[in-house]
């Protein structure tokens, strides 16, 4: 006797991907979507601008699933009316939708704030973050005097006179250098502009930091413009994951997942040491340039042709620590970034670090993270 066994098909989504595709943010998350769900047999991924909405209605009437960029009221409620599983992947778009994968924005602040510490500012501000959300982390509160939101108003609207004159004015009385922190590249770009129509030097009286690392934006502003990895891409590749499980019916938890951010990309728009001693602002700068290398103070005294004695007593001075235990901490921070952000060997990083050899670097790790690098990497795969 012969069976005519069938299977039963696995179940096909349509999922829309609604998003600002204009912006280069919004295309590393639609690549992040397309890596994680052209691996996935049951989805049939369409594209939408975001803009104009009243295209929306439409292409939704035929889908199963979407993933948008959720940046206003308006929105959300044409993207919520057809009732099916939605994802937001806007940091706006969390007020107006419960299940969101973001890129973890504050974080970014953190490593905003943490590099203007290093390069010795003392004044900040940020652009594109609204008075609530404008408020110091407890960490860098005796850091810094905190100067609020810069007076920009709606975002990234065109620039006209009268705005560039009213921030132009605001970041003349201030004190200087300030660094301002901003919600986007595309806002510390119309920061740059209003500098120079305002004849404020970037970076020597402005030290500017963007979010998102737009190559094409960073990298013909002038001056180049420094910036914090948001690893949108992977915020793409997570939000096929939690719609998977929303169309097959699972509650995600938590409803709000935050995709770390990488590092600071530093370029010619904070590089800037707010030192008032020239030889310990070189300095500063040679330990940056040299930073792989094994360089020690000695070293530094006969590159600044000062006396290792009348070196380490400025530096001191200055920085309110020994160059060797500044230059130390510089090296291992940056090799948690390493750590955190390639997949390089723990022998490799200790190298690129400027270490002599990998046991030392281990011991010193350890010291100042109270876990081995490999414990350090573990503990970021499993969070």
């Not at 943010?25 to 996935?40: D, F, K, N, P, T």
């Not at 609204?130 to 108003?153: I, M, W």
């Not at 995600?252 to 990488?262: A, K, L, M």
């Not at 010619?268 to 020239?278: E, G, L, M, R, T």
Request: aromatic share 6%.
């Amino acid at each position: 006797m012969v069976f005519n066994l069938r299977m039963n098909p696995s179940p096909v989504f349509r999922v829309l991907i609604a998003l600002e595709l204009t912006e280069a943010y919004a295309q590393s998350i639609l690549r992040g979507v397309c890596r994680r769900g052209g691996l996935e047999p049951r989805l049939r991924l369409h594209t939408v601008r975001l803009f104009p909405s009243e295209v929306l209605p439409q292409r939704l009437a035929h889908c199963d699933g979407v993933i948008a960029s959720i940046v206003n009221q308006e929105v959300a409620e044409i993207l919520r009316s057809r009732k099916i599983p939605l994802i937001n992947v806007s940091n706006r778009g969390t007020s107006f939708h419960p299940v969101s994968v973001v890129s973890d924005l504050q974080g970014a602040f953190a490593r905003g704030l943490q590099h203007f510490q290093e390069r010795g500012l003392a004044h900040v501000a940020t652009l594109g973050k609204s008075e609530k959300d404008a408020v110091l982390p407890e960490e860098f509160r005796e850091a810094f005097t905190f100067h609020g939101c810069v007076p920009f108003g709606d975002g990234m609207r065109l620039m006209d006179d009268k705005t560039v004159k009213k921030v132009g004015a605001w970041l003349k009385r201030v004190p200087h250098p300030l660094g301002v922190f901003c919600t986007s590249d595309g806002l510390a770009v119309n920061l740059s502009e209003i500098c120079e129509r305002n004849g404020l030097r970037v970076p020597e009286e402005v030290a500017i930091m963007g979010t998102g690392n737009d190559e094409v934006r960073a990298l013909t502003n002038r001056p180049t413009l420094s910036s914090v990895e948001m690893n949108f891409d992977e915020v793409g590749c997570q939000s096929v994951q939690v719609l998977l499980d929303l169309l097959e019916g699972n509650t995600p938890n938590p409803p709000i997942r935050v995709v770390p951010t990488g590092p600071v990309v530093v370029r010619q728009s904070s590089n800037i040491y707010a030192v008032p001693d020239p030889y310990v602002a070189k300095a500063l700068k040679l330990m940056d340039a040299h930073l792989a290398e094994s360089l020690d103070i000695g070293n530094l005294a006969e590159m600044l042709h000062i006396s290792r004695r009348m070196f380490e007593h400025r530096f001191q001075d200055q920085m309110g620590m020994p160059p060797a235990g500044y230059l130390r901490a510089k090296r291992l921070r940056h090799a948690a970034e390493m750590l955190e952000n390639s997949d390089l060997q723990i022998t490799e990083i200790a190298y690129a670090t400027g270490f002599a050899n990998a046991a030392h670097f281990c011991t010193l790790f350890r010291k100042h993270h109270g876990k081995s690098p490999k414990q350090f990497r573990a503990k970021l795969n499993d969070e």
